[in-house]
Nanobody, 119 residues
Framework: QVQLVESGGGLVQTGGSLTLSCTASGSSVSSCAMGWYRQAPGKQRDPVARITGGGNRNYADSVKGRFTISRASAMNTAYLQMNSLKPEDTAVYYC?????????????WGQGSQVTVSS
């Protein structure tokens, strides 16, 4: 069983920066993809960024050029550096680990971190 612990959310003004972190414990997730979704009030949960075990990165169009996802060398921690934040980035950000190479494939979710961007 994998547990995810998120940290780094908070309140920031427009144009500011925040860094989210997500640490997995219980098993090595180096072969798994890690990433974040976000959910604003009254809206569906949408993907934000993803990094595979091989280091390939994908971003939602709305955050390209502003957000950067990375992984620590031990590969069990991921970071989401968020720059030039906008009020529309306000949401609960959920970290996930997607282990499609496992048998059976598993996906684990963090508890969520609130990010609020004031105008």
């Amino acid at each position: 069983q994998v547990q995810l612990v998120e940290s780094g959310g908070g309140l920031v003004q427009t144009g500011g920066s925040l860094t989210l972190s997500c640490t997995a414990s219980g098993s090595s997730v180096s072969s798994c993809a890690m990433g974040w979704y976000r959910q604003a009030p009254g809206k569906q949960r949408d993907p934000v960024a993803r990094i595979t075990g091989g280091g390939n990165r994908n971003y939602a169009d709305s955050v390209k050029g502003r957000f950067t996802i990375s992984r620590a060398s031990a590969m069990n921690t991921a970071y989401l550096q968020m720059n030039s934040l906008k009020p529309e980035d306000t949401a609960v950000y959920y970290c996930y680990v997607d282990c499609t190479t496992w048998t059976p494939a598993r996906t684990y979710w963090g508890q969520g971190s609130q990010v609020t961007v004031s105008s």
